[in-house]
């Protein structure tokens, strides 16, 4: 099923500018935000700027088990032979592994980590699932990087996901500098939808995941956001956290340093905005891409 109107029109033969958003930044009401784990400073800079990090959020020697379950995963040739894993273009190196919430129990767990999931719902204002999840590598010296690109264009496009009630949970792995290609933000850029020119071909997720031309957003709105609002690279030791709504412009470099860089990353999507048929007009994407199974809502770790 399917919006009779498409909110946010995108992939289109013409240019459309952009416009501002309709959907609001934060859903908690005043109980939940007033009760949940974020302060009213917190709440608002993420209103105003898209998204938060904080340095050390998990502690470094527990991520120490996923880095060497991770390390597993780079000699395993069934798993390189998956279709929910990308490799880096004309290499074997794995760039994302996707759905590997599904693959590991120990990633599947941490998708419930209680203060996590408590952030989520006080800024989503509800239960949530994961629409996706994935571990995007960046081995020194080789690893590629991603385009300019909101994530909420290519799911609302591609996923039928009708409105801007995700986010996304980057959890760092490996410690992020500033030359390992660490993700970049353009903040405020949520406050605006940028709709893409071009029409979505059939199976476009095989190739725009190793190499996105389409969904990729015109540079002169991206000059003029990034004019507007500047650059932000959170970086952090292994551990740190990054929240960035679903609309955030966001992409990151190649690295060019000897220290690799993965990270994990967890969407958490509102079950009060469950998906649709995609609004370009294709089949759905995989499952692996985009959750259409199992929308129950996620229970923190400990709760019966």
């Known amino acids: 099923m399917r919006d009779s109107q498409d909110l946010f029109p995108t992939r289109l033969e013409r240019k459309l500018g952009m416009f501002e958003r309709i959907d609001p930044v934060v859903y908690g009401d005043e109980a939940q935000l007033a009760n949940g784990p974020l302060d009213k400073s917190q709440i608002e800079a993420y209103e105003r700027d898209g998204f938060l990090s904080f340095d050390g959020f998990f502690d470094p020697d527990d991520m120490q088990a996923f880095i060497d379950e991770l390390r ?3 000699d395993d040739a069934d798993l390189k032979l998956s279709e929910g894993t990308v490799l880096e273009p004309g290499r074997e190196e794995i760039r994302t592994v996707f759905g590997i919430h599904q693959v590991s129990e120990r990633f599947n767990r941490l998708t419930r980590d209680p203060r996590l ?44 996901m009708p409105r801007m009630r995700a986010l996304s949970c980057s959890i760092v792995l490996t410690d992020n500098g500033e030359f390992n290609g660490p993700l970049m933000l353009i903040p405020g850029s949520h406050r605006y939808f940028v709709p893409c020119v071009g029409r979505t071909p059939e199976n476009n997720y095989k190739e725009s995941l190793k190499s996105q031309e389409v969904g990729v ?30 609309n955030t412009l966001h992409g990151s470099n ?33 499952e692996f891409l985009a959750d259409r199974s199992d929308w129950q809502p996620l229970e923190p770790l400990g709760e019966p």
């Open 117 to 160: 999931l408590a952030i989520v719902k006080q800024l989503l204002g509800s239960d949530v699932y994961i629409h996706q999840s994935r571990i995007n590598y960046k081995p020194g010296f080789k690893g590629k990087g991603f385009d300019w690109h909101s994530d909420f264009e290519t799911w609302h496009s591609e996923d039928g």
């Open 72 to 74: 597993g995963y780079e």
């Open 217 to 246: 957003p015109p540079a002169s709105s991206l000059r003029e956001l990034m004019l507007e609002n500047d650059i932000e690279a959170p970086k952090g030791p292994a551990g740190s956290l990054i929240i960035f709504e679903c």
């Open 254 to 286: 190649i690295n060019m340093s000897c220290w690799p860089r993965s990270n994990l990353f967890f969407v958490y999507n509102s079950v009060e905005n469950t998906l649709h048929e995609p609004y370009c007009g294709n089949r759905p994407r995989p």
